[in-house]
Each structure stands twice: as C-alpha cells, then as structure tokens.
T-cell receptor, first 110, second 112 residues
Framework: ELKVEQNPLFLSMQEGKNYTIYCNYS?????LYWYRQDPGKSLESLFV?????AVKQEGRLMASLDTKARLSTLHITAAVHDLSATYFC??????????FGTGTSLTVIP | DGGITQSPKYLFRKEGQNVTLSCEQN?????MYWYRQDPGQGLRLIYY???????QKGDIAEGYSVSREKKESFPLTVTSAQKNPTAFYLC???????????FGNGTRLTVT
C-alpha cells in the first residue's frame, strides 16, 4: 500500500521566518503535486513536479522533488500571515491515481 | 468561467437514507474523481473515472456508488451501507495524465 507522509503535521511559525515541509512517499513516482486548503474550503493547486530534480517557485513558496529519495519539500521563505493554511502533497503513481498526504497545518503568527 | 460545481454545499440526512451528491464540470476534462475528507485527515479516494461509462473503485469504495453517463457529470451516491458517511466530499477533475486535479468547493454531508 502506498504511503505518503508529511511532516510536520502542525507548524506554527513567526512572520519573517523560514521553514520547510517534507513529503515522503513509499513507492516509485516522478509526479508529485502540492495543494493548499484554507479552512472550510476546497483545495487549490500550487505546484506540479514532473521529474527528478524539478524545482518550482511562486512567491514565498518553493517546491522541489527528489525521486531517488522519494522526497519532496515545500520551502517557505519569510512567512506572512496570508500563508496560513493546510498544505497537502499528492503522489501520482499511474497518471490518474493521486494519493494524498495527511496535510501540514501552517499557522503564521505576527 | 470554467470550473467544477458541486451541489449542494451542505446536506443533512437521516440514517438509512441514500443520498446523491452532484458534480458537474465544464473544463472538458477526461478524468473525474471523488474524495472523502475527515477532520484532520488527508483525502481518501472513493471512485474515479477516466472515460464515460467507465469507473474504478478507489481505496474506500464500500457503501458508495457512482455513474458516468456524460463527460461533464459524475454523481456520487452515498448508500445506507456506508457506516460512517458524515464527512466533507470533494469532487475533482483533470486532463488525462500529468496534470493536477481541479477541485470543486465540496459538499459537507451530515447524517444523523
């Protein structure tokens, strides 16, 4: 059974600080996605990573993929309150089956 | 604007009743999915469909049924056989292969 593990599950950080969220998965895949979910809302696609070594950046967020280590990271630079949300990684193992991590709930404190 | 529409947003039912959740997309996506989200947990796949008139079970299909008679529509029925149906249900769609999921706004189902 495919396992997708995120850590930490909960993250409270001060504005202006940097931090990294980790996503480990248990089977071979070179397709990984990051999503954001605001409380009570749906999921919004953030990044699509489709090869080993892929790196994508949008604003204060940067995602990377190491398929050999089966690891993706989501790095937050100089956090601001607007980044408070739950972040999910999802692994695609067959082109159409997505397995989600448990999510990382991020709270940015002024 | 293109998107995925789920209805209703909130749904209340009594135990023992079947209920159908609607999902419609006008993105011309091939694949459609149903996920269940419980508080503090990730998303779990219920069913998915890659083409019209074909669908596959996900990890937690027991107690659920779906149909895909049109490309745009993928309704989910929560049957009385589902032992713990209260949850947040998310419908999603994507182009086939290597593209992210686009999600609807979800339906929050409460069964008492």
């Amino acid at each position: 059974e495919l396992k997708v593990e995120q850590n930490p599950l909960f993250l409270s950080m001060q504005e202006g600080k940097n931090y990294t969220i980790y996503c480990n998965y248990s089977t071979t895949s070179d397709r990984l996605y990051w999503y954001r979910q605001d409380p009570g809302k749906s999921l919004e696609s953030l990044f699509v990573l489709l090869s080993n070594g892929a790196v994508k950046q949008e604003g204060r967020l940067m995602a990377s993929l190491d398929t050999k280590a089966r690891l993706s990271t989501l790095h937050i630079t100089a956090a601001v309150h607007d980044l408070s949300a739950t972040y999910f990684c999802a692994v695609d193992i067959s082109g159409n089956q997505f397995y989600f991590g448990t999510g990382t709930s991020l709270t940015v404190i002024p | 604007d293109g998107g995925i529409t789920q209805s209703p947003k909130y749904l209340f039912r009594k135990e023992g009743q079947n209920v159908t959740l609607s999902c419609e997309q006008n993105l011309n996506h091939d694949a459609m999915y149903w996920y269940r989200q419980d508080p503090g947990q990730g998303l779990r796949l219920i069913y998915y469909s890659q083409i019209v008139n074909d669908f596959q079970k996900g990890d937690i299909a027991e107690g659920y049924s779906v149909s895909r008679e049109k490309k745009e529509s993928f309704p989910l029925t929560v049957t009385s056989a589902q032992k713990n149906p209260t949850a947040f249900y998310l419908c999603a769609s994507s182009f086939f292969l290597n593209s992210p999921l686009h999600f609807g706004n979800g339906t929050r189902l409460t069964v008492t």
